[in-house]
């Protein structure tokens, strides 16, 4: 089931599908299997950077944090840490089980890689924070690079510093990695963005603005994947205070495309962030990106590539066989993690 609701993003960048099947929400996963050595914690982190948010969306959040095998048996010995962005319709112990987290920290420490993995959960009403920064959902942006990296640096052995960070996501996590990355870059030493959605900025026909506009919000919050998806979208990147019940501005006003919404929408978009972070982005110690090529994605994520490459930014463009889905927990574990090991700080 799960991977059918993630599947569904395959077919075009993930805002586009007003027309996807109805799906539930929190979709589950089976519990990964725990190798000898490995620890799993899931402490609740507060983000004081979500406080009164209108959606009324937690402030508390549970975070699936992996150590490696000597973490217990080496009580002086720190650890880089990798922050793992899960996708939309999905919250974060679902995405950590789908993902076999635990496996792939075991793997890459017998491999001389020692990791701690943080999956945070940013679960939101409508499905999705975007993580984005916006007074109705919260700022969730601010939540991962401040809240849960000072939770995660204050609670754990870590190396807590830049060179100790890594930051990587899958889909809409991928959008997180490309968002937050560019908005807090010294905070993360390297980033990677699996199969990023999203990517460039968003339009509508006068048609598909009107349908989004005229959704009541007791569909919208049951609505299908599509639909929760641009609404996500809406309330995270054109929030209105004194607009409810969404508490933000639709696309579509006075019989045509609201051009501010357009705008505000656009400036959320990696693509177009780009050319106002070139710094930020070179800054990164590496940049990596991948995606399948049968992935709907494909078309956004290439462009991204070519972005970086028209302003000379270093970055690793990966593509392999495959979907939105299939391959994403092997490639975590054998092509991120990886590179990670190749980039942060080591186990010390």
């Known amino acids: ?38 620890t799993v914690e899931a402490p609740k982190v507060p983000g004081p950077s979500l406080a009164g948010n209108l959606e009324g969306n937690a402030t508390e959040r549970e975070a699936m944090v992996v150590l490696p095998p000597s973490y217990k048996t080496s009580p002086n010995k720190r650890y880089p840490v990798v922050y793992y962005l899960h996708g939309f319709a999905i919250d974060g112990r679902n995405f950590y089980n789908y993902m076999k987290v635990p496996e792939a920290v075991a793997r ?3 491999a001389g890689n020692e990791f701690i993995v943080v999956v945070p959960d940013t679960l939101t009403k409508l499905g999705g924070s975007m993580y984005s920064s916006s007074v109705t959902t919260g700022d969730f942006k601010a939540f991962i690079a401040k809240d849960l990296v000072s939770y995660i640096d204050s609670h754990y052995r870590t190396i807590a510093n830049r060179g100790g960070r890594g930051l990587a996501g899958h889909s809409m996590g991928g959008y997180g990695t490309w968002t937050v990355g560019m908005t807090y870059p010294e905070v993360f030493d390297s980033i990677w963005a699996q199969s990023a959605c999203c990517v460039s900025p968003r339009v509508e026909t006068v048609e598909s603005a009107q349908k989004l506009s005229s959704v009541p919000i007791e ?25 409810p019940p969404y508490y933000a501005d639709p696309p579509f006003k006075d019989g045509k495309v609201d051009e501010l919404v357009m705008a505000q929408w656009a400036n959320n978009s990696p693509l177009a962030m780009v050319a106002g972070h070139v710094p930020a982005l ?44 299939d391959k994403i927990a092997q490639r975590f574990d054998e092509i991120v993690l990886p590179f990670f090991a190749k980039h942060l700080d080591k186990a010390k």
């Open 219 to 243: 569909q919208g919050v049951k609505g299908d994947f599509g639909t929760r998806a641009a609404l996500s979208s809406m309330v995270a990147w054109s929030p209105n205070p004194k607009n």
């Open 108 to 110: 890459n420490a017998a």
């Open 1 to 38: 089931m799960i991977k059918a609701l993630i599947a569904t993003a395959a077919g075009a960048a993930l805002l586009a599908l007003a027309g996807g099947p109805a799906l539930a929400q929190n979709i589950t996963a089976p519990a990964p299997t725990i190798p000898p050595g490995i």
């Open 282 to 325: 070179k800054s990164f110690d590496a940049i990596g990106t991948d995606v399948g090529t049968k992935d709907g994605l494909i078309r956004d994520d290439t462009m991204m590539h070519e972005e970086l490459e028209k302003f000379g930014i270093a970055h690793t463009w990966l593509t392999y066989e495959g979907t939105h889905t």
